[in-house]
């Protein structure tokens, strides 16, 4: 896809022209590498100390996802917790040996907003240290845990731009209680910063009255009603000629994981609609196209 240039340089612009009508719209399938106690529902009660207690699933969740998306000649990013490939590098490295772009979600799941600067490059260079080593190639890819790139943390992105990485995919242009930048584009854009070019490839949204709404991916892909999916699948792709970024974690397609006591909220996003996710996911893989980042973005 071609890089638009209608707009002077400037913080921001577009970084892909919508494709003509005749022109098929690849979308991203990516998954997020994590097990289900690394959640953001579970940071107050649990510690890295107490992960090592803790059953590890995400090898063979992960393995399920893998061979779901070879069902379907499907290739995606794979952003994977430095901490999660520390202890499964065989995982890692054959998620590369499959074709799939390898990319980083941050060490140890801490979200931008929990860590200052310094933490924040060190937490990056150590994530990539560990995964490189294993894939033996460059990284260009990241995504912060909790989509934690929000208007008080954006420093963060001239960090990723001077530890070479190309593209993010940390901002969800909504409100929400935990993250969210409502103003940020709702498609593919790019950051100019003094390290150089970061491409922001944001979490999807319809917009409906004047609002950004999710559709699709994670817990919205388990909360929400399909038909809701469906709708938001067709806006963006044949209304709006634009690429969907969609994710998932390996533990969603694990409904049999460890319950951990946790109340309220927090219970209903982690848990709720896990049955419904392999189904639905499939129902996407057979409707729509997919690619890596790479391929989307022509990095």
Sequence with gaps: MAVDRLHPPGKQEPMLTAPGHGREVVNVFSVDVEDYFHD???????????????????????????????????????FVLGWVAERQRDLVADIHREGHEVAIHGY????????????????????????SDII?????????????????????????????????????????DRYGIPDADRHPYVEHLRAGDLVEFPMPTIRVAGRNLPFVGGGYQRLLPMAWVRWGMRNAVEREHRPVMTYVHPWEIDPGHPVIDVGGLARLRHYHGLSKVETRLRELLHSYRFDTAREVLGL
């Design 40 to 78: 953001e529902a579970f940071r107050h009660l649990l510690t890295p100390n107490d992960w090592e207690t803790l059953e590890q699933r995400v090898e063979p969740a992960t393995r399920r996802l893998m061979a779901m998306l070879e069902e379907f000649d499907v290739k995606g990013p794979f």
């Design 108 to 131: 140890d799941h801490r979200p931008i907003f929990a860590m200052s600067p310094e933490e924040f490059r060190e937490d990056i260079r150590k994530a990539l240290s560990i995964v």
């Design 136 to 176: 033996g190639a460059q990284i260009l890819g990241y995504r912060a845990p909790t989509f934690s790139v929000v208007n008080d943390t954006r420093w963060a992105l001239e960090i990723l731009a001077e530890e070479g990485i190309r593209y993010d995919s940390s901002v969800f242009p909504i409100v929400h």
